[in-house]
């Protein structure tokens, strides 16, 4: 520990960094696309700041690829396994989005919201 | 260890910066990739190379590929309508 | 009034993540960890066979769960499908490429294939696992997409395999209800040598289903995005 900076204040830093950044784009962007890229980096943001709850510092990944390793300095696999989930869901919700948006496309002409009637607010 | 995970995240937070800045969405997506691997190297800091393998295949490439052909097909329209 | 709400709620998300902030949510110590993770490692590898304790709780402890996220991926290449609906037209003719990228990409195809698989296979053993094998196999299946000028997709073969992969799942599942452990998902099988190839029972076989799934689904999805009319 080396004054204010520690890995966890690093980690939480930068994913509530990339969550803001993403609602922000979300917020004040006006192309549909990069509304979905908003969605995606948010979402980046939420998978680094579960990793990191289940971080110990200085111990090792929760592999038993060789014999003496110690269950007490593994890291917690719970929340490794649930943003591999995470992950793969977000993959899906945003190609479902951007098919919605091909369709859109194909119907309106355009990827402003402030063009399209019923997407403006 | 501690200075290259906040080099990390210096350099993941100037990538999302810029997807605001820049006009392109072509290149807007390409910072989206490289926010995507900087974080695989950082998950493979923490001592999850599961995630970091999941998010490098998943995020960094197979997300860019939907997006690419979602801009390809919804700019070729606008192009020659303008032309 | 858009800006108002956005400003508002952004600050919000600033001062909850700005009291975050300072050590309170990683433990830096062993002695604050978290009791479900500390007791799933110390018996993951006598219960499961499993040299990685991240892919005995996907698979066998949440096993459940990852039922339900290949649900959920099926229902979104489902929705995909329909809204790309394909009207079987001649495919456009793609511009010339090069021919060195023709043949680069034929040549890296069968290696990205073998390492999709490899990275299946070897779920059990290290990082990796059914889902980042099968997108590294539907990339390498773009990589043939995007260069060669006819691609003999053959979509219903890719619904079959989808299909009967889901189902091996289930069934899977269901032979270890009816087994001696008497719950969905047991292990029915021995487990073997621990941290070789072919151990920890029913893990390889469901991670190579999810494997083919993933795999199947995804390669559709890229096809139908981009072949689509």
Known sequence: MNGVLSISTVLNFGSAGLIVLGLYIVFTQKNLIKMVIGIDIAETGVNVLLVSTGYIKGNTAPIFSKAGLQVSSMVDPVPQALVLTSIVIGFGVSALALAMIIKLYEKTGTLDTSKIRGLKW | MLYLLAFLVVVMLIAGIAVIVVKDILSAVILTTVISLVVSVIFLFIASPDVAITEAAIGAALTTVVFVIAIKRTRSKETTDKE | ?229
């Open chain 3, 1 to 229: 009034m858009r800006k108002v709400i956005s400003f508002l709620l952004l600050a919000g998300f600033v001062f909850y993540f700005a009291t975050l902030t300072g050590g309170l949510l990683i433990p830096d110590s062993s002695a604050d960890r978290s009791s479900v993770g500390l007791d799933i490692l110390s018996r993951s590898a006598d219960e499961t066979g499993s040299a990685n304790a991240v892919t005995s709780v996907v698979v066998l402890y949440r096993g459940f769960d990852t039922l339900g996220e290949v649900t959920v991926l099926f229902l979104a290449a489902l929705g995909i499908s329909v809204f790309m609906k394909s009207t079987g037209e001649k495919r456009k003719k793609v511009l010339d490429q090069s021919f060195i990228l023709k043949t680069g990409s034929r040549l890296l195809f069968p290696l990205m294939f073998l390492f999709g698989m490899y990275i299946i296979a070897h779920g059990h053993l290290s990082p990796g696992g059914g889902f980042p094998g099968g997108v590294i196999i539907a990339t390498g299946f773009f990589v043939i997409l995007l260069t060669s000028e006819s691609v003999n997709f053959n979509k219903t073969l890719m619904s079959v395999l989808e299909g009967l992969a889901g189902l091996s799942f289930i069934g899977l599942g269901v032979v270890g209800l009816l087994g001696p452990g008497n719950s969905f998902l047991q292990n029915f099988l021995p487990l073997g040598t621990f941290n070789t190839v072919f151990s920890a029972g029913i893990i390889p076989l469901i991670y190579a289903v999810v494997g083919i799934k993933v795999g199947a689904e995804l390669s559709s999805v890229v096809y139908a995005m981009k072949e689509s009319k």
